[in-house]
């Protein structure tokens, strides 16, 4: 039943007025697409047979849409079930481009501001907004230690098995990388840790320092298969709790180790022989990146390896955009990105020297969609680890991140870097990289 209670009498006004309004709204939109009202109306626009059905089950949305235009509007929308999507989400997040392209002369825009008027201000769904008060927290990205701290627990706290249900076998948040395109997520992001442990050319016994290091999937595999000393660090209670219970499951307590901790508040000079920050950067803000920067360069032993990866943008700085306030206020309340060039600007101005960078964007389409796929295959478990809202927003932040990784708005890049001026064991050529790779994997020691 719709939330949408009309006084008697208004429904079949209301649905004129809103009818009028969308047909404005959408024409001349590419694509096809069928929109159903909350009184079960409904129509097709664009072109050719439907791709995705629109419900409007609010008209309070419409009255909004055409009097304030918020840029997160259809976005807040769909989290408060005010409209929803049946069929094919790609096809639906189309309509975003179209809206932010859209051009009507006086006289449609006056029309529609007359029609928005006869529809109701409030209804019972849009009071419902209440309800979302953790998605519409607020955060100065001051980048504080307290605040970075909340900023984690707001996007990785949300639930361990909640995660589970869409990430691999081995638990990676980040950027699989694929051979041919089709293998398995699970293959995917094994071909991921094993390319990160071989572009470090980690040896065995060697330090390793993973910060960010999530589940502690890197760590646990650079410890089985390279023979390394690793720990990890992260400011997610969640995540470190299940390392460490991970950690003890596989019986790597001798060579793995993960604490809770700020990346300022790290002690030592020359303390690590390689050092790894995968999908950490974007966290520290663009301010805070030199501190960032300099603790790697003190922590990392003069001829050690640092990989830095991390997801770009194609413009310089964060600037309020549509995306970039989406991406703020739901998914990633400390989140920065900035083009690749001024990453590495930054390094080299900490003093590194950069010896390889590869762009992995099409790997991470990839990845977001076998993450989206597996999302929706377990909505029902998903629905009983967290709430509508929550499963709708990593759903539609994970479809909308694929198109733009398609797109190439967004990027993700991983840097190999060293301390500027002191000899590393680089070989001469990538070769090393490629070559079999059970000349790689070496049996486990944990003593000594």
């Not at 100065?140 to 707001?154: E, W």
């Not at 003190?298 to 989406?326: K, M, Q, S, Y």
Request: hydrophobic fraction near 40%; aromatic fraction near 10%; include cysteine.
């Amino acid at each position: 039943m719709s939330a949408f209670l009309a006084e008697p009498g208004t429904s079949g006004a209301h649905a004129d007025a809103a009818l009028r309004i969308l047909k404005r709204l959408l024409r001349g939109f590419v694509g096809g697409a069928d929109l159903r009202l909350w009184n079960d109306s409904s129509f097709h626009v664009g072109q050719g047979p439907p791709a995705f059905t629109l419900v409007l089950r609010d008209p309070i949305l419409l009255r909004s849409l055409v009097t304030t235009r918020g840029p997160v509007l259809l976005a807040d929308a769909y989290f408060r079930n005010q409209i929803d999507v049946e069929g094919d989400l790609y096809s639906a997040l189309a309509l975003k481009g179209h809206f932010e392209g859209l051009a009507l002369p006086w006289r449609d825009k006056l029309a529609m501001l007359l029609d928005a008027w006869r529809l109701p201000s409030r209804t019972e769904t849009s009071k419902a907004g209440t309800l979302l008060a953790r998605l519409a927290q607020r955060f100065t990205r001051q980048h504080t230690r307290h605040s970075d701290r909340q900023a984690i627990a707001f996007h990785y706290d949300v639930s361990n098995d909640f995660y589970a249900l869409w990430l691999d076998a081995e638990r990676v948040y980040s950027c699989a990388y694929f051979k041919t395109g089709e293998e398995t997520l699970d293959q995917a992001q094994q071909n991921k840790l094993e390319h990160i442990c071989r572009k470090l050319r980690l040896q065995h016994g060697e330090r390793l320092l993973d910060i960010g290091c999530g589940w502690g999937a890197l760590i646990c595999w650079a410890a089985r298969h390279h023979g390394v000393r690793a720990h990890g660090i992260t400011l997610s209670q969640a995540q470190h709790g299940f390392a460490q219970q991970r950690i003890a499951r596989e019986g790597l307590q001798a060579l793995v180790t993960v604490e809770l901790r700020d990346y300022r508040d790290l002690q030592g000079e020359a303390v690590y022989d390689k050092v790894s920050s995968i999908g950490m950067f974007e966290h520290v803000g663009l301010a805070n990146m030199p501190a960032y920067l300099a603790a790697v360069q003190r922590l990392l032993r003069p001829g050690g390896l640092f990989l830095n990866h991390g997801i770009t943008h194609d413009e310089e700085g964060w600037n309020r955009t549509v995306a970039t306030e989406f991406i703020n206020r739901y998914v990633f309340p400390d989140g920065e990105f900035d083009c690749v060039s001024n990453i590495q600007l930054g390094m080299e101005r900490a003093g590194f020297e950069i010896h390889d960078v590869e762009a992995l964007r099409r790997h991470y389409a990839l990845t977001l969609r076998h993450w989206v796929q597996r999302l929706e295959a377990n909505r029902d478990a998903a629905l009983r680890e967290v709430d509508e809202p929550t499963y709708r927003v990593w759903r539609l932040y994970m479809a909308a991140c694929a198109l733009e990784f398609e797109a190439g708005g967004t990027g993700i890049y991983q840097i190999l870097a060293s301390r500027r001026g002191v000899a590393t064991a680089l070989p001469l050529t990538r070769q090393d990289l490629y070559a079999a790779a059970s000349a790689t994997a070496l049996p486990l020691r944990v003593g000594g």
